[in-house]
């Protein structure tokens, strides 16, 4: 097996921090992703909440964000050393959890992928405005959604282990 050579957590999280900042210094806008998942939405659907509101002008900045995370993705493998490996393993342990199958798989992760983006709308932020964002301005709510984010991976992931694996 071909050793995965990855960047550091260490210089995502900087790098992550100081977009945050360069990002409300400059725009006046916390970072946040779930307002851009909304925007995506009205692009694609004709549904009446994707186009009111924060998401009347669906031609923001934030779908420029969106954009640019895959974007960042594909920078940060073509600068990694190492081999370029394409998968849907998140490890050992979800593999025993996960359907054999790579349509399965990949069918399963986009269907929770638009839950979590549901979910963030929801909750009127997604985990990155929330704990990135919301707790470096002190804000008490972000506080709430963070802490419920984080009780409810560690609930349903030790329940999804316990039942399923």
């Known amino acids: 097996m071909t050793e995965v050579i990855v960047w550091s957590g260490f210089i995502g999280g900087l790098a992550v921090g100081l977009y945050g900042l360069i990002q409300l210094f400059v725009t006046g806008k916390a970072l946040g992703v779930s307002t851009g998942y909304g925007n995506v939405c ?15 002008t669906n031609h923001s900045w934030r779908i420029w964000f969106i954009v640019g995370l895959p974007l960042g993705g594909l920078i940060a493998v073509l600068t990694s050393p190492g ?17 054999a199958a790579l349509w399965a798989k990949g069918l399963l992760l986009t269907a929770g992928g638009v839950l979590m983006g549901l979910g963030a709308r929801m909750s009127g932020g997604c985990t990155s405005g929330h704990a990135i964002a919301g707790l470096s301005l002190l804000n008490l709510p972000s506080l709430l959604a963070s802490a419920g984010f984080f009780v409810g991976g560690l609930l349903i992931a030790n329940l999804l282990f316990r039942v399923i694996g």
């Open 42 to 56: 009205g692009l694609s659907c004709a549904t009446p909440y994707f186009h009111s509101g924060e998401y009347k």
């Open 83 to 99: 081999p370029l490996v394409l998968s849907f393993s998140l490890g050992p342990m979800y593999d025993s959890i996960f359907p």
